[in-house]
């Protein structure tokens, strides 16, 4: 399998695997599957597309940036389809470069994006002036939303969500109630197993008997079993199957078929 992990966001920040990346430029797709799928293309060390949610190009390198929950992959064949990247790869990463140095500022009073912030009902007195980027997100703060869900409503940046929360923080305006479980409790939903019998079974028609070997391969590949297989990751998991299938239309009759049960077990909940 060419999709190789190479970092896991919990324990490293990105920009620490994909500086090395440009500095060799290499050539190939970054993954990053967690709660949000990104995707980040190298073109002999420069960056030429990236994609999240809904976001491309350099508004989409920002989003990434502040990405602090995954796993990180590096597949070498992956290439993109458009370039979207219009910043030079250079100024990309001094940009990025400056952003962490904001964030180490910014992590000692909101150390991730599951943290939750409540209002501090003694404020110690005094009046204070209350900001127009502060309100929102202090309306917000109310011990049900962790920083992540605030920065969605108001739809603004993970960044710049933390650095307002920071900076009233440093007021006493906030003050940090928890790391929230919520996302974690979605990234462990699981993908019914009559969801990779299907899959067995479409590969089979496309492989063969060595069908069997490639699925197991591929599910241990995600560091992940049949039971524990989470559906955040499905996705990446079919592309990843199909990119085994030489054959252009065996590949694209596969993966048609998959998408199919992959719909279905999405049905059945």
């Not at 967690?34 to 995707?39: F, K, L, M, R, T």
């Amino acid at each position: 399998m060419s999709r190789e992990l190479i970092g896991d966001l919990s324990k490293v920040r990105l920009l620490e695997l994909v500086k090395p990346l440009a500095d060799e430029k290499k050539s190939g797709m970054v993954v990053i599957e967690g709660a949000s799928v990104a995707e980040l293309y190298f073109e002999g060390g420069n960056i030429v597309h990236v994609n999240i949610d809904t976001l491309s190009g350099d508004e989409a390198v920002y989003a990434v940036m502040d990405l602090d929950n995954g796993r990180v992959r590096f597949d070498w064949r992956g290439s993109p389809e458009k370039r979207t990247v219009t910043m030079a790869t250079e100024q990309l990463m001094a940009n990025w470069i400056q952003r962490e140095k904001e964030w180490r500022n910014i992590k000692a009073e909101v150390p991730s994006s599951e943290a939750v912030f409540s209002i501090v009902a003694d404020g110690g007195g005094g009046d204070r002036t209350i900001l127009e980027r502060q309100w929102g997100v202090l309306a917000l703060c109310n011990e049900m939303r962790n920083v992540s869900e605030i920065a969605d409503q108001l739809g603004r940046s993970i960044f710049d969500v933390s650095q307002t929360i920071c900076e009233m923080v440093g007021l006493g305006l906030l003050k940090l109630s928890k790391i929230s479980e919520l996302p974690r409790k979605r990234l462990k939903e699981t993908i019914d197993e009559t969801f990779f019998v299907a899959v067995e079974t479409e590969l089979k028609r496309v492989l063969g008997p060595i069908a069997r070997i490639i699925l197991n391969d591929t599910i241990t590949a995600y560091e992940e079993s049949r039971e524990t297989f989470p559906k955040n990751q499905v996705e990446n998991f079919i592309r990843s199957l199909c990119d085994q299938v030489d054959d252009d239309d065996k590949r694209e009759r596969f993966g048609k078929a998959v998408y199919v049960a992959w719909l279905t077990a999405l049905e059945k909940g």
